[in-house]
């Protein structure tokens, strides 16, 4: 099993910069493809970013492409998600994930999940 922990999140201004942290223990994390998810408050989750086992491929949703960078570090087990130029419509909680595939952008072929974090981003 693994488990999974985001933080990071707050309340920025539009035009803000924020970067999550999601720290994984238990299974060796470089084992798994991982992700960034959100789900905005009376809406259905929905993918944001992910990153192959070792970081060399990344994919994004066209909503965030130019200005969110996913990222990670097996050497301490961490994924990051660097959010510039962040809009109010990017407010939402944001989890991250692993899965066992390559990588995906479905919710559905994740395994693990994080607590989430919540993401404000005022105008």
């Known amino acids: 099993q693994v488990q999974l922990v985001e933080s990071g999140g707050g309340l920025v201004q539009a035009g803000g910069s924020l970067r999550l942290s999601c720290i994984a223990s238990?299974?060796?994390?470089?084992?798994?493809?991982a992700g960034w998810f959100r789900q905005a408050s009376g809406k259905e989750r929905e993918f944001v970013a992910a990153?192959?086992?070792?970081?060399?491929?990344?994919d994004y949703a066209d909503s965030v492409k130019g200005r969110f960078t996913i990222i990670r570090d097996n050497a301490v087990n961490t994924m990051y998600l660097q959010m510039n130029s962040l809009k109010p419509e990017d407010t939402a909680v944001y989890y991250c994930?692993?899965?066992?595939?390559?990588?995906?952008?479905?919710?559905?072929?994740?395994?693990?999940w994080g607590q989430g974090t919540q993401v404000t981003v005022s105008s």
């Open positions: 994930a692993t899965t066992n595939r390559v990588y995906s952008l479905r919710g559905d072929e994740y395994d693990y």
């Open positions: 238990g299974r060796t994390f470089s084992n798994y493809a």
């Open positions: 990153i192959t086992r070792t970081g060399g491929g990344t």
